[in-house]
């Protein structure tokens, strides 16, 4: 009888871990990717890339690997790859110092045969799991928390640095703003998190007031005349094309707005400009309702997590996916500077979807098991011996 209700219990927590596929959260990103594609295909030869569709196709399918990675890999795993994984992180963002690939008057890229990588999209994620681990390492600490912010603000400093250096202004507050939410969801006294906003708002100044490229975005956005061949063309251009749309918008496939003449870049950091267009402010409404869906029911998910770890991890990847989503939306529609973030799910790349991927794996892999927990060790006897 007790080896048949042991069976019965493995049995059903393996077939929970297999199929808890979280429905709200894999469905919203299965819906996001569908809206990029179809703005894709509708800019189609008009493209900086005119092949970006197709492309963007095989892309998805390749993210298809890191996805399968984070999503069956089990969570102590990368806890215990810590380590080794700063180490990468590190020597990777050097590697783009020393010899990366300028585009734009940056410096990110690393080229790997055909294909151009962006080690600090890669950063993003491996930033959150290694400070997750540092973070569940220290939960003993003292209530303050003291020792854990400033170790964790030396670990962090090291790639933001690297990215900074880039530059990539973009990248370097995705990473801050993570390292900020998880020190708050960890309970570090506000006193000791006041310090830390400052000397992140110190650094961040700085780096924009001595590096002409990050000024000139910023100073764009406050120009009381605007160039039409400057830092504030591709905005202009936007908000006239999401304008255009109206309520209804044109039609998909019937945008006259559209293309690397008309919006630089819309395949990809500008790409909402054509969904506002072709769509108007119905479609865009539902696109954003759609967001809103995904990053509730990730906040929902990561409120029932029960260890740091996991807890760490989920609220860091929403404040990463959220954060490019508002600053990204903010540019298209000329309130916020132009600092080169894509739309989560959306934009065109091969390193953008891949984290993305990467991102929505780990989360439906940490949601699978805060379910295994639901229902499985936790669960009543009677109901596992059914």
């Known amino acids: 009888m007790i080896s048949t209700s042991k ?21 919203c990103a299965v819906i996001l990717i569908c809206f990029g594609l179809a ?29 399968m990675v984070f999503w069956l890999t089990p969570a102590n795993i990368w806890q215990k790859a810590s380590k080794w994984l700063y180490g990468v992180n590190v020597v990777l963002l050097a590697l783009v110092l020393k010899g990366g690939t300028v585009r734009g008057g940056a410096e990110r890229w690393l080229d790997i045969g055909p294909i151009q990588f ?47 250096a880039q530059p990539h202004l973009g990248a370097t507050l995705s990473v801050l703003l993570a390292w900020l939410i998880i020190c708050v969801i960890n309970k570090i006294s506000w006193k000791h998190m ?54 209804t918008g044109k039609g998909y496939l019937k945008g006259d707005f559209k293309g690397q003449r008309y919006v630089p870049e819309q395949h990809n950091d500008f790409i909402f400009s054509l969904i506002g267009q072709e769509f108007g402010f ?40 959220g954060f490019h989503w508002i600053v990204n939306i903010s540019m298209n529609l000329g309130i916020g500077p132009v600092v080169g973030l894509w739309l989560p799910f959306i934009s065109y790349g091969g390193t953008s979807m891949w984290l993305c991927l990467a991102c ?16 499985g060790r936790n669960a009543p006897q009677a109901w596992l011996e059914d």
């Open 194 to 247: 006041l310090i830390a906003l400052v000397l992140v708002a110190v650094a961040g100044g700085t780096s924009i007031a001595v590096n002409d490229y990050q000024r000139g975005r910023v100073e764009a956005l406050f120009a009381k005349e605007k160039d039409e061949k400057g830092d504030h063309f591709q905005q202009d251009r936007s908000m006239i094309s999401i304008g255009s749309g109206g309520p």
């Open 39 to 67: 703005a894709l295909n509708s800019i189609g030869p008009l493209a900086k890339d005119p092949g970006a569709f197709k492309k963007q196709l095989l892309l998805l399918a390749m993210g298809v690997v890191p996805f």
């Open 118 to 164: 962006q080690p600090s999209e890669l950063t993003k994620i491996l930033i959150v799991l290694t400070l997750s681990t540092l973070f569940a390492k220290h939960k003993d600490e003292e209530r303050d928390g003291f020792t854990t912010l400033i170790t964790s603000m030396v670990h962090v400093a090291v790639p933001a640095l690297l990215i900074a």
């Open 7 to 27: 069976s019965n219990t493995e049995n059903r927590t393996a077939f929970l871990r297999l199929n808890a596929l979280d429905p709200i959260l894999l469905g």
């Open 360 to 375: 929505l794996g780990i989360m439906l892999n940490l949601s699978a098991n805060t379910q295994e927990s639901m229902f």
């Open 282 to 321: 119905v479609g865009s409404a539902f696109l954003m309702l759609v967001y809103v869906g995904f990053f509730l029911r990730g906040w929902f998910l990561a409120l029932r997590m029960e260890d740091t770890f996991s807890r760490s991890v989920m609220f860091g990847l929403l404040t990463i996916l």
